[in-house]
Nanobody
Framework: EVQLQASGGGLVQAGGSLRLACAASGLDFDVYAIGWVRQAPGKEREGVSCIGGTDDSTFYIDSVKGRFSISSDIAKNTVYLQMNSLKPEDTAVYYC??????????????????????????WGQGTQVTVSS
């Protein structure tokens, strides 16, 4: 059974930092990429960052480039998202996800639809990130 356990969210002031962690079990890191999808109230889901799958290539949406950094610790089966210089617009529920193809698609510049997100292979529970101004 695949499980994705997300942690690390919280309340932080603008300019602050948080580190999210996604602990994965029952998952082959050589096959599945792991990433973070966020959803703010009243907004569509947004793939923020992802890593892995066929290699350790990463993806970031433009709005977080230079501020967020994703990494993986294979020995711990955990993926981290270091979020620096947080902005109020980063406020959302962040979900850890795993899928065979979504990261490669994002790296190719494909814009993922709501329907696509719904079909991702695995979703973990969300963790709330709130950035105050």
């Amino acid at each position: 059974e695949v499980q994705l356990q997300a942690s690390g969210g919280g309340l932080v002031q603008a300019g602050g930092s948080l580190r999210l962690a996604c602990a994965a079990s029952g998952l082959d890191f050589d096959v599945y990429a792991i990433g973070w999808v966020r959803q703010a109230p009243g907004k569509e889901r947004e793939g923020v960052s992802c890593i892995g799958g066929t290699d350790d290539s990463t993806f970031y949406i433009d709005s977080v480039k230079g501020r967020f950094s994703i990494s993986s610790d294979i020995a711990k089966n955990t993926v981290y998202l270091q979020m620096n210089s947080l902005k109020p617009e980063d406020t959302a529920v962040y979900y850890c996800v795993a899928d065979r193809f979504f990261c490669a698609r994002q790296r190719m510049g494909v814009t993922l639809t709501e329907h696509y997100y719904e079909g991702l292979d695995y979703w973990g529970q969300g963790t709330q990130v709130t950035v105050s101004s």
